[in-house]
């Protein structure tokens, strides 16, 4: 029976730092692609709501993404949705600051430093479970 809580552990674990690592190279890649963006205030114009997964035992709670608009150089505008959530509904006409493609200026992005904090609280969080599940196996009694 021990063998098998062992099994799920290291499977857990390895999912778990699989999963880290695919999310902090796809923030890496976004961050580095929009370091070379042209950044620009945006105005927030709406937003659209939605919901947290509730994950880990928590309630789910209503989140926000913020819709901007903002002009290039020539006086364009262009656009677009935030992927960052905010807790309360942003207010239209506020500023954002926005990344966009300057060889496609329909591609844009928020510019946030919420998924790299998150990351940061993400990794030691997993530690610490991985570690304090290995604690529990090896104690837990099995006949």
Do not use: H
């Not at 029976?1 to 690592?21: E, G, P, R």
């Not at 966009?100 to 479970?129: D, H, M, W």
């Amino acid at each position: 029976m021990k063998m098998i809580l062992y099994i799920v552990w290291v499977l857990f674990v390895i999912a778990a730092v699989f999963a880290v690592v695919r999310a902090v190279r796809t923030t890496k890649q976004d961050e580095q692609q929009a370091a070379s963006w042209t950044r620009v205030q945006a105005t927030v114009t709406g937003s659209v709501a939605g919901w947290t997964n509730g994950g880990g035992g928590s309630s789910r709670s209503r989140r926000f993404f913020p819709m901007y608009q903002f002009t290039d150089p020539q006086g364009t505008l262009f656009a677009g949705e935030s992927e960052v959530p905010f807790a309360s509904q942003p207010v239209p006409g506020a500023p954002i600051e926005v990344a966009y493609n300057p060889a496609n200026p329909n591609e844009s992005r928020q510019v946030s430093s919420k998924p790299r904090s998150t990351l940061g609280c993400i990794v030691p969080f997993f530690a610490v479970f991985a570690l304090a599940s290995l604690w529990f196996i090896s104690i837990f009694p099995v006949d």
